[in-house]
Nanobody
């Protein structure tokens, strides 16, 4: 059974830090790129960061560059998102997604999300 389980969300003050995790099972984790998305109330889901299957390349949305860092540990089947200097506008539910393309098929799995609230 394929599972992606996010954890580590919570309440943090502006300027604070938080690390969320995404633990995977049921598929060959090291073959999948992993992305973090977020969705704030009343807004569309947006891409936050992505990391390639071997961790060799990362990319970030402009709104988190320099503050967030995505990393992965393929031995633990886990991806992390370190979030520093958090702002109230970072408040959202954070989701991880695993994706792999084996032409012509695309495989995609989502987690259930973990909420992050940035507030004083």
């Amino acid at each position: 059974q394929v599972q992606l389980v996010e954890s580590g969300g919570g309440l943090v003050q502006p300027g604070g830090s938080l690390r969320v995790s995404c633990a995977a099972s049921g598929f060959i984790f090291s073959s999948y790129a992993i992305s973090w998305y977020r969705q704030a109330p009343g807004k569309e889901r947006e891409l936050v960061a992505v990391i390639t299957s071997n961790g060799g390349s990362t990319n970030y949305g402009d709104y988190v560059k320099g503050r967030f860092t995505i990393s992965r540990d393929n031995a633990k089947n886990t991806v992390y998102l370190q979030m520093n200097n958090l702002k109230p506008e970072d408040t959202a539910v954070y989701y991880c997604k695993g994706q792999r393309t084996s032409w012509p098929k695309m495989y995609e799995y989502w987690g259930q999300g973990t909420p992050v609230t940035v507030s004083s």
